[in-house]
């Protein structure tokens, strides 16, 4: 059952009202952020509520039969807010967003509580964004479960892998750049491919704080699998972490880990099953 005062009872029972719907955003890096479909700008619990952004939601669909909740919403790019930049760069991925009523004439009846959730998939287009809001209950529609493969399941440095993954990061500073996803620092001396699945972490410049994974490592050149939000530039320093491709072979080479290793890589795959029977039918 959802809370509300008698005041903002009242109100909402009266034939004309002064209501507006406010979204309170908290990203992962603890960043706390107000919007409202009001004409004005509305102070609320010590967080001012924009309402220059101009967002609209969907309805809402909530059930008692523990389906996923459904609710979108959309909003136009702002400098001064949200930017397709900090959009593309995660700043708002899995972001936890509350959403309520309340009467912008008199914000001490209190709020009439919608919606609590997490950010989930959003896209861009046209200046404009759609962000997917997911409730409480989404979790419980995951599958959970593992299957037999000939790579490893678990990611480098988790519990699973056991690696002390921390200790391997190493630091350093970009000498060249070629683009948002191409970057060099000529200084490395690691082999070909040591970094290649790692992940690097800028310290410094536009992207500081930002990561992104590395697709391919050689001769002291990184090469992201996707462009950096921000550009690049001469002097940036970053720490980079040493990649795994999930081979047996990588686990004992570069880890020394085979004890370790997730994967079931002498299991037959189907090519093999396929082959065998193909044999045993011309007997």
Not at 172 to 183: A, M, N, R
Not at 223 to 235: D, Q, R
Request: hydrophobic share 40%.
């Amino acid at each position: 059952m959802k809370q509300i005062s008698a005041e903002l009872k009242a109100h909402i029972e009266q034939e004309v009202t002064t209501l507006a719907t406010c979204w309170r955003v908290t990203r992962r890096d603890g960043e706390v952020m107000g919007f409202t479909d009001c004409d004005r700008d509305i102070e609320y619990d010590e967080l001012l509520y924009i309402a220059a952004t101009g967002f609209t939601p969907t309805a809402v669909e909530n059930s008692a039969a523990l389906n996923v909740d459904n609710m979108d919403i959309e909003g136009m790019l702002d400098a001064g807010s949200i930017t397709e930049a900090d959009l593309i760069a995660g700043r708002y991925d899995y972001a936890e967003i509350e959403v309520f009523l309340l009467n912008y004439n008199n914000v001490t009846q209190g709020k009439l509580h919608i919606k609590t959730g997490w950010l989930g998939e959003v896209t861009v287009r046209a200046g404009q964004f759609v962000a997917e809001v997911r409730g409480l209950s989404q979790p419980l529609s995951q599958k959970i479960g593992s299957l037999y493969s000939a790579a490893c399941r678990a990611q480098l440095g988790d519990a699973r892998c056991g690696v002390n993954a921390a200790a391997l990061i190493v630091t350093g500073t970009i000498t060249g750049v070629t683009s948002q996803s191409i970057c060099v620092d000529a200084l490395r001396e690691e082999d070909a491919g040591y970094f290649s699945y790692g992940k690097i972490t800028f310290n410094s410049g536009a992207n500081a704080g930002l990561s992104m994974e590395i697709k391919e490592y050689s001769n002291g050149q990184f090469i992201l699998s996707l462009p950096m939000a921000y550009p690049l530039a001469i002097g940036d320093a970053y720490s980079v972490q040493p990649g795994c491709d999930k081979t047996i072979s990588t686990c004992v080479a570069r880890f020394d880990n085979a004890l370790n290793f997730r994967g079931e890589p002498h299991v037959p795959g189907i090519d093999r099953v396929l082959e065998t029977a193909s044999t045993r039918s011309n007997w």
